[in-house]
């Protein structure tokens, strides 16, 4: 398997650190608002890593974070907290806001069929491991503490700027932010902040009764779950500079060990070519596509046609297209379901499933190229829905077979096409429950198959998903 590495800037042979397993971090969401289909798609691109690797048989641990604190309005260190600013402007607690995002960030990961991450950690519940991690770098002369607030010193970790580009030479004649009176450098990042009066998320330390900056929060989950290196860490094209590059400082600061082995980035995503915004009217999360008669598994067919090193352009004639996709999938599952051939022994014609499979395990080899691995699926429809109507298919029960192992690594789930009228409400429980099925979650499949069948329909697993009919 071949990786593009923001470190190296190149496509690189995967090496895991320790053979046969694989340590993945994945910047996970800051809980004070809705995911957004952007967000969506970076944790779309972690899902299909884990499946690749899990399906060329590695043991994957993923970690993905959940950002309950110290996330702050500006880049600098003068800003509000997300979340703070959130539950002011709610009138709510930072508790009532952080479980209510982190509850929905859950239910739409379902939705889309992404695997559960074997561990969610939240900042909140790691602030002693930050801790011992700050006094470590203040030991080594890498931060330093005045009036409460602990930042980390840049110019002591000579590597700084090996992932973005921004090197101190190059920070030094470019703009600068509003620095904080207490930073011995402008381009220093805050360890620790002392909260100001009236805060309402703060914990005891050594140096004051403060809260984390956002960058040493991820450094200590990480290395916690999986140690001081490991093989990948995954986020936005936005988390480059400063985030990342503020992570591996700090961490190899701390460890004098390499961090992460692998750096995967997803590029942005615009809609008609422009950036995602609320002002402008094109900020979409998962309901607002649902809203328009599209299923969760279109927008993750939407998704997958552009491959995460690319820049992805969202457009409503991309979800037809997408829609139309997902429909013809499934009516090719229905048809390989039901097929029986007719035509005799000499007249029957193999499709070389074989190849099918390498091609396809070659695209997603070759830095998760999804583009590439759909239009391996798509020849296969076509080529089979040949055969099918001249009643010549000798092998369906491998073009099956094939069929399941590709859908399962694109984690798309197939519903029936009964026509459009099945209510959204049925869809969604349907896909929770196969996702509930998926995660050998039988209670909570049994429980959503009863109130499918509650509700007047019925759901039948086939080989290639399942089928949802009114009853």
């Known amino acids: 398997m071949k990786i593009h590495n923001t470190l190296t800037k190149q496509k690189e042979d995967f090496h895991p650190i320790n053979p046969g397993k694989v340590g993945i971090y994945v910047c996970g969401p800051t809980v004070y608002n809705y995911i957004h289909i952007g967000n969506i798609r970076a944790y779309l691109f972690a899902d299909i890593l884990r499946r690749v690797l899990e399906d060329a048989g590695y043991e994957v641990r993923l970690i993905k974070n959940i950002t309950d604190v110290g996330h702050l309005t500006v880049t600098d260190e003068n800003g509000e907290d997300k979340i703070e600013k959130k539950a002011r402007a709610e009138k709510k607690t930072p508790r009532e806001i952080i479980d209510f995002y982190e509850n929905y960030f859950h239910q739409t990961e379902a939705s889309m069929n992404i695997l559960r991450a074997h561990y969610f950690p939240r900042a909140t519940e790691h602030i002693p491991h930050m801790i011992r991690m700050i006094e470590g770098l203040i030991a080594k002369g890498h931060a330093y503490e005045k009036n409460g607030n602990v930042f980390f010193d840049v110019t002591s970790f000579l590597d700084y700027g090996k992932l973005s580009g921004n090197t101190l030479a190059q920070l030094k004649v470019g703009a600068r932010l509003e620095q904080h009176l207490d930073k011995k450098n402008p381009w220093d990042f805050a360890l620790w902040l002392a909260a100001p009066k009236g805060h309402l998320m703060q914990w005891d330390s050594p140096w004051s009764r403060g809260y984390p900056g956002w960058h040493i929060e991820c450094s200590a989950m990480s290395m916690e779950y999986l140690g001081d290196s490991f093989d990948i860490h995954t986020g936005g094209e936005d988390n480059i500079f400063p985030h990342h590059e503020a992570e591996i400082a700090q961490s190899e600061g701390y460890s004098d060990k390499p961090f992460v082995r692998y750096w995967m980035h997803t590029r942005h995503l615009l809609v008609d070519n422009e950036k995602m915004s609320k002002s402008k009217g094109n900020f979409y999360t998962l309901e607002d596509i649902t809203a328009k008669g599209y299923t969760s598994m279109d ?173």
């Open 299 to 471: 927008l993750r067919l939407s998704l997958l046609l552009s491959q995460y090193t690319a820049t992805m352009n969202f457009t409503w004639e991309r979800m037809q297209q997408a829609k139309e996709n997902r429909q013809t999938l499934d009516r090719f599952a229905q048809r390989l379901a039901t097929y029986v051939t007719s035509a005799t022994e000499h007249d029957q014609e193999r499709i070389d499933v074989g190849a099918v499979h390498k091609k396809f395990d070659d695209a997603m080899d070759d830095s998760l190229n999804t583009p590439l691995a759909l239009s391996v699926l798509f020849a296969l429809i076509t080529e089979g829905n040949v055969l099918m109507d001249e009643k010549r298919l000798a092998n369906p029960e491998d073009v099956r077979t094939i069929v399941d192992k590709m859908l399962s690594v694109l984690g798309i789930l197939l519903v029936a096409d009964e026509g459009e009228t099945i209510p959204k409400e049925i869809t969604n429980l349907a896909l929770r429950r196969e996702h509930a099925r998926t995660e050998k979650d039988f209670v909570t499949s049994d429980r959503l198959r009863e109130e499918i069948e509650a509700k007047g329909y019925r759901i039948e697993d086939v080989p290639t998903g399942y089928v949802l009919k009114k009853k």
